[in-house]
Nanobody
């Protein structure tokens, strides 16, 4: 199982970024996917999750209305569109999938929001 994130970078406050996570090694369409983040000195937290069918989404209160999660089962990709970014969104963003009793994480992509 491999999860590879991309799309992070440095962006000014109010800007946007689109993160992508390409998955391999499992049947992508069968599993819910989620994005998490970890800021320096803070615990890792859930940002957004999407069910395997795409019919259910859940967002952290702090990102509701700003971030949108989506998935493309044909491309084995889950995407996080982030708008109206603020400095408090600075963190490493990681892709996650639970497969039975094992949870897999990507290596993460750094998002820095600063002027």
């Amino acid at each position: 199982v491999t999860l590879v994130e991309s799309g992070g970078g440095l962006v000014q406050p109010g800007g946007s970024l689109t993160l992508s996570c390409v998955a391999s090694g499992f049947t992508f369409s069968r599993y819910a996917m989620s994005w998490h983040r970890q800021a320096p000195g803070k615990e890792r937290e859930l940002v957004a999750t999407m069910s395997n069918t795409g019919g259910f989404e859940l967002y952290a209160d702090s990102v509701k209305g700003r971030f949108t999660i989506s998935r493309d089962d044909a491309e084995n990709t889950v995407t996080l569109q982030m708008n109206a970014l603020q400095p408090e969104h600075t963190a490493v963003y990681l892709c996650r999938v639970p497969l039975s009793a094992v949870v897999y994480w990507g290596q993460g992509t750094q998002v820095t929001v600063s002027s």
